[in-house]
């Protein structure tokens, strides 16, 4: 009776065992993550965000996202990260002094940058919180993000940008390269701002 007792417990665990368990989280999902999940994008690439998404991070963030999913360049960019060799963890700040900040991996990751086993990890941290003064945004409409939601777009492009040159091997400084210069002007004027700059003292 003990010994039958004894293999029905143990089959019963055996069967737990097969359950998939609501504790256990992917402890490191790659692509862009967002509130500890990955992002998720439909055919179009835009982006389609969890519940925990929408409860964990700033509206802005995610409407910021959305619109830069929209132009050619952050369908591109999106394209190119959305697969398990990158992991872009993305973390909301609001001590920030700006509106975001990309910062430079270590150096094991940028040697990896053309070997496609190994997955690179960067940082994209961002403030949804930041408020441009509207006299600015007023004077130069042009240069300056309007919204939160733009503002957030333009942090998305920006730093991604600087994420891109990292998946290339290059780092910084970054701000100084024409090619930099010339893929954040065409990134920008798609946002609806041709004239924002983005150089050391802007970030």
Known sequence: MQSRTTIACLCAIGLLATEASPFVRDRNPHAFVLAGERIRFDANLMPQFTDKQINESAEATRAGLAKWASTDHGRRFIARFNRDEYEVLITENWMEE???????????TLVAASDHSKIKAYDLILNPTFNIPRSVVNVYPSRQPATPA???????????????????????????????QQEWHLMAAELGLPNMPHADDDE
């Open 98 to 108: 700006g509106i975001g900040r990309a910062p430079q991996p270590g150096l094991a």
């Open 150 to 180: 733009d503002q957030m777009a333009a942090a998305w492009a920006g730093e991604m940008l600087h994420i891109y040159f990292y998946s290339n091997g290059i780092s910084l400084p970054h701000h100084q390269r024409a090619d930099f």
